[in-house]
């Protein structure tokens, strides 16, 4: 019968082994799929004998405000017109002093004006022949790379589609196929555990605690300990305050949600922008400075960064899509455009009023007290319970200035010490000196 557990683990073994390397097996093929092939280096410049590597240099430093090799910004594609245009010279003069070109009446330049509405190209009469001739190369020498990479059936680049490894028909076969020999194996353990004590029991070797009647003495035990009168006090003692532990704590934070991260439509960074780019708060939330809200801030906010910056982002072209924006025109079509659904993160019961303005300017409350520190966060969360009992512990710990300083240009500060001064001197002060026949005191 030992003989018989011995093959049957031995068989165990084996299973897990066969299945341990048929995991890193598919593992390592997912991990280690073929890449596409490169396309191949384009060739040289088609004219000119500029320094391409020289010219990547000046076109990052000079153009790219502006101009890409292959889409429109706020000037053309530079990549297409270069490679079609064969006079350098003229390439050069436009490049160096496009206004003098302008000036002289020049057909091409004209043409090119008034296609871009007449808008000022930069004047860059610091770049020598050479330098233009070097940008004149990178941008054709570029621009030919990019058409002679193959473009695969869904438009991407490269002729072969990527491996993506194992299909998930495979996969969960094999996650199938292990689940069912941990199966057997428990099973196979099992029956030789039963089998091996059939037999020590016949020859009378079955340890003490192991007979039969060890069934009929745990019942007795079980029984005995259910007439505990104290250790059945006890245990229900325990579950009573565990219970209430778990409803109070439970009904405490009902409708408190702190940690709440939803996903947005739009995958906005604060730690980007807030963060690293240093953009204040107010530059986005006008509304926190001057109203009760601190307000969404309209798209049209993003657009005066985002019209040439990160343009090739599909997060950014989430905005051009709500806005009905084209950037390969630089014009909006209102009939295409759709509002954003933004995902609300705090949200105040009906019943309270929070003034953000009241908050932010005149108690000069940074965001960061409630909101945590927003600059760090690539998703926005609650950092705050927003309880009643927060606000409350908020408003005892903060000192009121009462500083010339502290309430300058602040009515209510100032009435409050008109008010004081009044009672100092003896005088009545009614509620309508104290605010009482203001419309929100009775009218929210």
């Known amino acids: 019968m030992r003989n018989i557990s011995l093959i049957i683990k031995q068989f165990s073994r084996s299973v897990l082994l066969v299945a341990g390397i048929a995991v890193w097996g598919f593992s390592a093929n997912a991990q280690t799929a073929p890449a596409t092939p490169a396309a191949p280096a384009a060739a040289a410049a088609a004219s000119g004998t500029g320094d391409a590597a020289k010219g990547e240099a000046l076109f990052k430093a000079k153009c790219t405000?502006?101009?890409?090799i292959d889409t429109r910004m706020t000037g053309p594609a530079l990549g297409p017109i270069i490679s079609s245009e064969t006079d350098d010279k003229w390439l050069t003069k436009w490049i160096q002093n496009n206004?003098?070109?302008?000036?002289?009446?020049?057909?091409?330049a004209l043409k090119i004006y008034n296609e871009y509405n007449q808008a000022g190209m930069t004047v860059f009469a610091e770049l020598s022949d050479g330098d233009v001739a070097d940008?004149?190369?990178?941008?054709?020498?570029?621009?030919?790379?990019?058409q002679d990479t193959p473009k695969g059936p869904t438009g991407t680049t490269g002729g072969v589609p990527a491996d993506n490894g194992p299909s998930d028909l495979?996969?969960?076969?094999?996650?199938?196929?292990?689940?069912?020999?941990?199966?057997?194996?428990?099973?196979?353990n099992k029956v030789i555990g039963s089998l091996e004590r059939l037999l020590l029991g016949k020859q009378g070797l079955l340890p003490e605690g192991e007979e039969e009647g060890v069934a009929t003495d745990r019942a007795a035990t079980f029984k005995k300990l259910i007439k505990n009168k104290k250790l059945v006090f006890f245990f229900l003692l325990c579950a009573t305050i565990a219970g209430a532990s778990w409803q109070w704590t439970t009904l405490?934070?009902?409708?408190?949600?702190?940690?709440?991260?939803?996903?947005?439509?739009?995958?906005?960074?604060?730690?980007?922008?807030?963060?690293?780019m240093k953009i204040d708060c107010q530059y986005c939330h006008g509304g926190a400075y001057k109203s009760k809200n601190a307000t969404i801030p309209s798209l049209n906010v993003c657009m005066n960064c985002h019209k040439t910056v990160k343009t090739e982002s599909p997060e950014i072209h989430k905005i051009y899509d709500?806005?009905?924006?084209?950037?390969?025109?630089?014009?909006?079509?209102?009939?295409?455009?759709?509002?954003?659904?933004?995902?609300?993160?705090?949200?105040?019961?009906?019943?309270?009023?929070f003034n953000h303005s009241q908050h932010v300017k005149v108690g000069k409350i940074k965001c960061q007290t409630c909101h945590g520190p927003i600059e760090t966060m690539q998703e926005v969360r609650q950092y705050s319970p927003l309880t009643m009992k927060w606000c409350i512990?908020?408003?005892?710990?903060?000192?009121?200035?009462?500083?010339?300083?502290?309430?300058?240009?602040?009515?209510?500060?100032?009435?409050m010490i008109q008010v004081h001064d009044r009672l100092k001197r003896g005088e009545k002060?009614?509620?309508?000196?104290?605010?009482?026949?203001?419309?929100?005191?009775?009218?929210?």
């Open 65 to 68: 405000a502006c101009h890409k």
């Open 99 to 108: 206004q003098a070109l302008i000036a002289a009446k020049d057909p091409k």
């Open 135 to 146: 940008i004149i190369a990178y941008v054709r020498k570029d621009w030919k790379a990019i």
């Open 170 to 188: 495979v996969i969960f076969g094999l996650i199938a196929v292990i689940i069912l020999a941990f199966i057997i194996i428990l099973v196979l």
């Open 252 to 276: 405490w934070n009902t409708n408190v949600h702190t940690g709440y991260q939803p996903v947005q439509p739009i995958k906005y960074s604060h730690q980007l922008h807030a963060g690293v």
């Open 322 to 353: 709500a806005l009905g924006y084209d950037p390969a025109t630089t014009k909006y079509d209102s009939t295409k455009a759709k509002p954003i659904q933004w995902i609300r993160v705090h949200n105040l019961p009906d019943l309270a009023y």
């Open 393 to 415: 512990q908020c408003h005892k710990r903060t000192e009121v200035d009462f500083s010339k300083d502290g309430h300058k240009g602040n009515a209510y500060y100032d009435n």
């Open 429 to 444: 002060v009614t509620a309508a000196a104290l605010g009482g026949i203001e419309c929100g005191k009775c009218h929210y």
